[in-house]
C-alpha cells in the first residue's frame, strides 16, 4: 500500500525558474494537504484543499499555487521561485474532519 | 486560529530514562489533539492521538499523553527510552468541530538518547 506519494524527493533550482511538486494518494482520502518544514519553524501549511473542486490558503500560501486535479492528485507550483523557497515540501491527506493526517516522505527543494 | 507552543527545542536524556517532552495549546472549545514522530530523513508517523473520551492515550511503543483540559496541556511521556527513539516529536492540533484546514503544529522537539 503506497500511502502518499510524493515527487520529486530532490530538486535543485535556480532563482526565477519554475517548477510543480506532484502528491497523490491511494486511500481514498476527501482532503489533501501542503506543507513547509523548515528548521526551527516546525510544519507550516501553504495550502489545503477540503474535497475535490476545492483549494484554500492556508498560513504561507504567498509564491505558491496549487491544483487539486482529482480526488487523487493535488499539486503545488512555484512560478517564480526564491531562495526563501527552499525547504522540505510535505504533502498529507486525510479523511474530511477526521484531523488525522497520513504524510508522504517529503521533497527537498534547493533554490539557489 | 489555533496555536501550540512546544517549550523544549531539544531534550538529551540518556538511555533507559524516563522522558517528558511538554506541548501547550491555545484555547478552544473542542480540540484534537496529536504526537507525530519524524526519524531523520522521512516524514512525519503518527504516534498517538486524542479525540474524546479518556484523557490519557498509548501507542504501541510505550508512549503516553494525558490531555488537561485546565491546563491546556498534552504532554508526551516514557518511562524507558530506547535508542531507537532518538527522533524529532511534534505536537499538533486542530479544531475539533471536524473542520478540513488541516493541523497546526508545534516548532518540535529533538528527542536524543544518549548510551
Known amino acids: 500500500n503506497a500511502g502518499v506519494t510524493q515527487t520529486p524527493k530532490f530538486q535543485v533550482l535556480k532563482t526565477g525558474q519554475s517548477m510543480t511538486l506532484q502528491c497523490a494518494q491511494d486511500m481514498n482520502h476527501n482532503s489533501m494537504y501542503w506543507y513547509r518544514q523548515d528548521p526551527g519553524m516546525g510544519l507550516r501549511l501553504i495550502y489545503y484543499?477540503?474535497?475535490?473542486?476545492?483549494?484554500d490558503k492556508g498560513e504561507v500560501p504567498n509564491g505558491y499555487n496549487v491544483s487539486r486535479l482529482n480526488k487523487r492528485e493535488f499539486s503545488l507550483r512555484l512560478e517564480s521561485a526564491a531562495p526563501s523557497q527552499t525547504s522540505v515540501y510535505f504533502c498529507?491527506?486525510?479523511?474530511?474532519?477526521?484531523?488525522?493526517?497520513?504524510f508522504g516522505e517529503g521533497s527537498r527543494l534547493t533554490v539557489l | 486560529a489555533q496555536s501550540v507552543t512546544q517549550l523544549d527545542s531539544q531534550v538529551p536524556v540518556f538511555e533507559e530514562a524516563p522522558v517528558e517532552l511538554r506541548c501547550n495549546y491555545s484555547s478552544s472549545v473542542s480540540v484534537y489533539l496529536f504526537w507525530y514522530v519524524q526519524y531523520p530523513n522521512q516524514g512525519l508517523q503518527l504516534l498517538l492521538k486524542?479525540?474524546?473520551?479518556?484523557?490519557l492515550v498509548e501507542s504501541i511503543n510505550g508512549f503516553e499523553a494525558e490531555f488537561n483540559k485546565s491546563q491546556t496541556s498534552f504532554h508526551l511521556r516514557k518511562p524507558s527510552v530506547h535508542i531507537s527513539d532518538t527522533a524529532e516529536y511534534f505536537c499538533a492540533v486542530s479544531d475539533g468541530g471536524g473542520g478540513a484546514d488541516g493541523l497546526t503544529f508545534g516548532k518540535g522537539t529533538h528527542l536524543i538518547i544518549q548510551p
Open positions: 498529507a491527506s486525510s479523511f474530511l474532519g477526521s484531523g488525522e493526517l497520513f
Open positions: 484543499s477540503a474535497s475535490e473542486g476545492t483549494t
Open positions: 486524542y479525540l474524546s473520551g479518556s484523557t
